[in-house]
């Protein structure tokens, strides 16, 4: 048996209100929000990018899986938004847990999938007995243009798991994946911000691949929507995996702890793996999880969870992904929002 | 050991000045302080500045002094302690001369910060600090010094207006002082409504950035007599480290390299503080002033404020402190704060210091501090 | 005036890991370590990683940056007495500076310290944060 052995997550203190972003380009606010289901966001500090956040969630990974860092034997960080072009992310966060020297690491890019893709590779890493602890994390400060539609959504977040075979949480039942080579989002090399191809992103994208994911994994698990306790779809605002859902057979207390984006924006490579730690903070043992996300480009990946009892004795251990979303925000202004975001910039 | 006198003293106008070259200061300094002495030549030359690498990527200055003091194949040194570097100058001319290597050795201070901009000035006086754990951090000297600030208030509960009183005195002694950068009076509102610098201190609390120098020629007290004019004699010299960091120290209330200082120099000199008329401190932030004066004993632990306030260290008061005007009001070119220190002592004893004359002036104390006090050089100067 | 591979990386235990050093004949914890101890001379010492806990000894709000600093301003920077007994000197971040007061507990968090310009190398290093008690 495989699966979640500990988990974590991090989210900054920062959030921005979409009547604020409204405001500067003169757009409607109340139909934002109602048609985008979102109604603030996250907002990284000027001295957090996805490595600080990766290394916090890990360390709240950390603190639960309860383990020595040194048995870490593979880390893989995705990202959209990795600090830098050439050199490594995951090196940054073995070294800061203490992982290093003997620890495989990799930097994965699937837009906002590369979370998720960490996590396929990890569970069946420790699968194939190759390394006893494989952590995962999913962790972005995206960027939104400024103007464009994807600025009232882009956030930043991340979360962390450790994959392990024994003393688990959560215990992976099987996984699927479901790609093709779709054009809805990118971002060129030099580019600050990411292109998109406006109303291609629905159904040709997300709708396709998350739903070709979701009734695979169903059936390759032999199970139905009433046999999922808690679903959790891709995040990129609060419509689309409500719609997913509602579409797929699932209903509102299925998908309730797992949603996250009204009130966090999408946190790219952390959107659903975020849900899965919030959902995981709060879920009944012995109930099981259907995790499945989208990345751009284009794919899903499918997980099916059930929890544990071993889950209650641990998710106390770190701060909870709901607490850290609800309490002590600190909200910022437009003008704030660009300088944190590096939107305007003093001459060097 | 020979007995070593100050035979002359010397210093140029201090501000910004534009027109000026660093070797252009330093001479100008040093050969006012060669006619004031009637002194051709020096047996060696110590020069103290902080960072002429840094700041003017010059270093062997003690070189480029002697040379272009037309001192050639003269012994020349550059002696570093970041602020405290022309006190450690002057120790080490004393050195020179108490040994008998020399009859005559100068020390010049100097430092001339305005060839750079001001972020590169404030990166260069940060590498006084301890740079990866202190000014890594983003912490500026001001915020060292607030946080001894922030903790003495707690502490003893020395006010805003006690610590802005220490500008407002050193600023009137200043507005007598034409070497000076400001020597302007400042009101107390002015301190207290001027732009804050690192919480609690305020631009009215901090000294400035300024280019400048200073020299003194020490001499043995035998060859000293035989020139028939008041000289000064350095009867006591307290030198000591502490740590590094902040952070290290053991109450950032006190600077214990000060209390270590002044009881090695009050020893040497065979003096209590109660003997010393009046003393040059190191102001670089008016609550240094106030944490010196206790450390020096002074005053007790936490009375540093109400005792300025009580006017104590005015130049009419019990025990006048910086009455040069001290690093806010004359300003602080690093390297150069130590010896003008001693040049503003010398004029004092000699009885020439014009309308800042304090009555009685017959031992001095000099007080001269590097970085958030992780080294200080004392002199006890006594008039003859 | 930027600071070079070699001595940002060499300092990457004590900048990532808080990693000190402790004194095997006395006892006494020091950050960052030392070769020699200054209380006993003693020269073995064992890594000790730091807690991260502490509480907020004193702290100042800079409002006149150093450069590369200038987009947090204004910041607090405080020093702060961790729960092993010993003091550090970091910023305090993810509030609001005038909000905090002395003897508030903080915890440590990995965060970006610096960069050296658009194409420099980016350096991480601690800070610490409110604890929230979360």
Redesign the interface.
Known sequence: MIGIVGYGSHI??YRIRVEEIAKVWGADAPSYKKGLGLNEKSVP?????C??LA??AS?NALRRANIDPKQIGAVYVGSESH??AVKPTGT?VS??L?ACPFVHTADLEFACKAGTEGMFIALHLVKSAVVQYALAVGADTSQGAPGDALEFSAAAGAAAFIMGSKNLAAELLDTHCYMTDTPDFWRREHAYYPEHGGRFTGKPAYEKHLFSATAGMLEKAKLKPEDISYVIFHQPNGKFPVNAAQKLGFKEPQYKLGLLCPTLGNTYSGSSPMGLAATLDAAEPDRLILLVSYGSGAGSDAFVFRTTKKLLEIRDLA??TR??LD??K?YIEYGTYA??RRKIL?P? | MNEVAVIGVGMTKWGELWEKSLRDISVEAALKCLDDAGVDKVDSITVGTMSGGLFNAQEHLGSLVADYLGQRFVPATRVESACASGGLAVKTAYMEVASGLSQYALAVGVEKMTDVDGGDATFALATASDYDYEGFHGITFPGLYALMAVTHMKKYGTSLEQLAQVSVKNHHNGSMNPHAQFPCPVTLDQVMTSTMVADPLRLLHCSPITDGAAAVLLAPVAVAKKMNKPYAVITGIGHASDTIALCQRKDFAKLEVVEVAVQRALKMAEKTIRDINFAEVHDCFSIAEIIVMEALGVVESGQGGPATMNGLTALDGGFPINPSGGLKSKGHPVGATGVAQVVEAVNQLRGQAGPRQIKNARTALTQNMGGSGASCVIHILEAR | MGMHVARYWREIPERYRMEAGKCKKCGTIHFPARLICPGCQGREFATVRLSGKGELATFTIIRVAPTGFGDLTPYAVGIVKMDEGIHVMAQIVDCNPEELKIGDRVVSQFRRINQEGKTGMIIYGYKFVPDLGL
């Open positions: 900054p203190r500090a000027p001295d957090e990018d490595a600080t290394v916090n360390r600090p830098y940054i070294e800061a203490g701060p909870k607490k850290q309490e002590h600190q300088k944190f003093r060097e």
